[in-house]
T-cell receptor, first 112, second 111 residues
Framework: NAGVTQTPKFQVLKTGQSMTLQCAQD?????MSWYRQDPGMGLRLIHY???????DQGEVPNGYNVSRSTTEDFPLRLLSAAPSQTSVYFC???????????FGPGTRLTVT | GENVEQHPSTLSVQEGDSAVIKCTYSDSASNYFPWYKQELGKRPQLIID?????GEKKDQRIAVTLNKTAKHFSLHITETQPEDSAVYFCAASIGSYIPTFGRGTSLIVHP
């Protein structure tokens, strides 16, 4: 099992550009989440999904979109990148909300 | 929603000492409390978790205690080693809701 995979590992964008961060898991987990990690701020939830076709907003959803067309994939789209979106992004999956979350290796995004 | 406070933000200890990290949560309905360790440049990984029907859980040198009345839970690491140096996150979740994380504690173990 590859677990949770994320691409790309690093990305530099200019303000106003759009892009999609990819996340995939091969553990047949229903729950998937996107977090951003900033110094001193912990892991803040952006969006999450409890199954294919179902998504919901987390703590910091503005400027991001998600979709869940399959159990395996949960892409995160930045609509119009801003410097405030410079961060490390982690995708995670779990069998349910009350179970261990498995994190991907992260994507380091810089917006200039 | 749930709010999780974590203290201290930085903890510096000598090798062999014990380390304690404390978290408080706001919603008494929270029933799952995991702890994650994140080494520098790596992804967070679960090290121990506890559910609301248990007061304490141990796994070798680490233990977690839960006080539901006071709404706080703690991570205890005994006989600390340099490889314990990392950022530790607590979290709390209610039912089917995704866990809310604390802001993290940077633990530094000096040889």
């Amino acid at each position: 099992n590859a677990g949770v995979t994320q691409t790309p590992k690093f990305q530099v964008l200019k303000t106003g550009q759009s892009m999609t961060l990819q996340c995939a898991q091969d553990m047949n987990h229903e729950y998937m989440s996107w977090y951003r990690q900033d110094p001193g701020m912990g892991l803040r939830l952006i969006h999450y999904s409890v199954g294919a076709g179902i998504t919901d907003q987390g703590e910091v959803p503005n400027g991001y979109n998600v979709s869940r067309s399959t159990t395996e994939d949960f892409p995160l789209r930045l609509l119009s990148a801003a410097p405030s979106q410079t961060s490390v992004y982690f995708c995670a999956s779990s069998y349910s909300a009350g179970d261990e979350q498995y994190f991907g290796p992260g994507t380091r995004l810089t917006v200039t | 929603g749930e709010n999780v406070e974590q203290h201290p933000s930085t903890l510096s200890v000598q090798e062999g000492d014990s380390a304690v990290i404390k978290c408080t949560y706001s919603d008494s309905a929270s029933n799952y409390f995991p702890w994650y360790k994140q080494e520098l440049g790596k992804r967070p990984q679960l090290i121990i978790d506890i559910r609301s029907n248990v007061g304490e859980k141990k796994d070798q040198r680490i233990a977690v205690t839960l006080n539901k009345t006071a709404k706080h839970f703690s991570l205890h690491i005994t006989e600390t080693q340099p490889e314990d140096s990392a950022v530790y996150f607590c979290a709390a979740s209610i039912g089917s809701y995704i866990p809310t994380f604390g802001r993290g504690t940077s633990l530094i173990v000096h040889p």
